[in-house]
């Protein structure tokens, strides 16, 4: 990707600064790579499970795109190196990332979620995306022993994008689990935008968004969510003793 984007690393996590100005170059870049690359899409949460070894770490090190959704990781790089990264709703992201590919007339296969939510989501992509073709899908919740008959299925249909959705085995860590196995397009987990595309579950305001509150809405749906505050803390601590580190 070149002068395309900048990589930063916040905390000992990979970050991209992609601006918005050359988010179609970026992806357009991947899209012509010849090699399988993976987007990770990092939140806060996401961020702190980088920063300790084992899978994950792995993840989103090697990967070919790291997009921050968190304002709380936009402020931390302003912080500690003096770059503003530019920060994505993952909903809006993905918008563009298919738009990029429908203007290419590109493939994308879905995976994930249930039948009924998958059926939806893929109706509302074909009628918005008409010049997309979607070569695939398959709902979550399969058999482990159907597993590699799916990835022979997705390597030979071999899509630009691979969308992957709750309901697979390991949920994101899916994606590194078989990394080896798949096509050398792009592939891509987000938790909830098969929900979205089918209308089962709505996406925050862009006020919300912008103003870093997004997590409100994920606390109503899922009220343990606010002992996640306690990271939020944690987080501002490492960020003052980097800090330190560096004067």
């Not at 990967?63 to 302003?78: D, E, H, T």
């Not at 997705?154 to 994008?161: D, E, H, M, Q, V």
Request: include cysteine.
């Amino acid at each position: 990707m070149g002068s395309y984007c900048e990589r930063i690393e916040l905390l000992k996590v990979p970050i991209d600064i992609v601006s918005k100005e050359k988010f179609d170059d970026v992806i357009t870049a991947l899209i012509d790579g010849n090699e399988g690359k993976n987007i990770v899409l990092l939140s806060l949460w996401d961020l702190l499970k980088a920063r300790r070894a084992g899978e994950y770490r792995d993840y989103v090190q090697n990967a070919a795109l790291v997009i921050p959704i968190s304002k709380s990781i936009v402020n931390g790089a302003k912080f500690l190196n003096g770059k503003t990264p530019e920060r994505y709703m993952p909903f809006n992201f993905i918008i563009n990332l298919l738009t990029i590919l429908e203007r290419r007339e590109r493939t994308v296969y879905l995976l994930g979620a249930k039948a009924s939510i998958l059926n939806k989501a893929e109706k509302h992509i074909r009628e918005t995306f008409q010049k997309l073709r979607i070569i695939g899908r398959f709902p979550g919740g399969f058999k482990k022993q159907s597993e590699d008959t799916l990835i022979q299925v997705i390597r030979k249909s071999a899509p630009s994008l691979l969308m992957v959705n709750h309901g697979v085995h390991g949920s994101e860590k899916w994606i590194l689990h078989n990394n080896s196995k798949l096509n050398t397009g792009l592939r891509l987990w987000c938790s909830d935008i098969f929900d979205i595309f089918a209308e089962r579950r709505r996406r925050p305001s862009k006020v919300l968004f912008d103003s870093g509150l997004e997590w409100i809405l994920f606390c109503m749906r899922n009220p343990i969510r606010i002992l996640r505050v306690f990271q939020y803390f944690y987080y501002g601590i490492l960020l003052a003793v980097y800090k330190l580190k560096k004067k």
